[in-house]
């Protein structure tokens, strides 16, 4: 009788084809939230007639985009194939999901499309993949102890500005035209 050997791999060890099934439930649940946001009223008026939110706009909004970035961010590293070890498949994944987000940002909602900024986020990624964790700790350091410093220092600047930014403009292709208006 031949010995059977065991197909269970050691912690931390995961074939090509496994998925992580607590990342994509999360994901999911992300999703649904996003969605919610998107197809619910987040607004409605109260019994007095003043407009407040919701309950799903006080559970969903901000907080299902917040939890869908950083389980973006999660999967680009713990993915069933790393991004790092594919950044050309990283890099047209950003341009399918800003070309999305530039597409719906032509309709006129209520709500923000955050598409963009993703994308943005996902080409900026591929510079810090193949960091190591010394270089990743520094980088992050400086970006704690600089980043408020450099936005007290331009938020003048962007106000100062002919037509000051404002929010709640979802980027579209149409702003293309005006790259320092994104």
């Known amino acids: 009788m031949a010995a059977r050997t065991s197909k269970r791999r050691p912690p931390g060890q995961r074939s090509a084809d496994q998925r992580l099934t607590g990342v994509d439930l999360a994901r999911g649940a992300a999703l649904l ?10 607004m409605a008026p109260n019994a007095s007639g ?12 901000g907080r299902a985009a917040a ?11 713990l ?12 890099a ?19 709500i923000a499309v955050i598409l963009v900024q993703y994308a943005v986020l996902f080409w900026c990624a591929l510079a810090v993949l193949r960091l190591g964790q010394r270089a990743l700790a520094l980088l992050a350091t400086a ?14 600047w962007l106000l100062d500005s002919p037509d000051p930014m404002r929010l709640g403009h ?13």
């Open 50 to 61: 003043h407009i407040e939110p919701t309950w799903i706009g006080l559970v969903f909004s």
């Open 79 to 90: 993915g069933r194939v790393p991004a790092a070890s594919n950044p050309v498949g990283l």
């Open 92 to 110: 047209l994944r950003a341009g399918v999901i800003a070309a999305v987000g530039l597409s719906l940002g032509l309709l006129e909602v209520d």
């Open 143 to 156: 970006w704690i102890l600089l980043a408020p410093i450099a936005a007290f220092e331009v938020r003048p």
């Open 170 to 182: 979802n980027p579209s292709w149409a702003d293309l035209a005006e790259p320092g208006r994104l």
């Open 33 to 42: 939230a996003m969605m919610s946001t998107h197809l619910l009223e987040t």
């Open 67 to 77: 939890l869908f970035a950083v389980l973006a961010g999660v999967a680009l590293t």
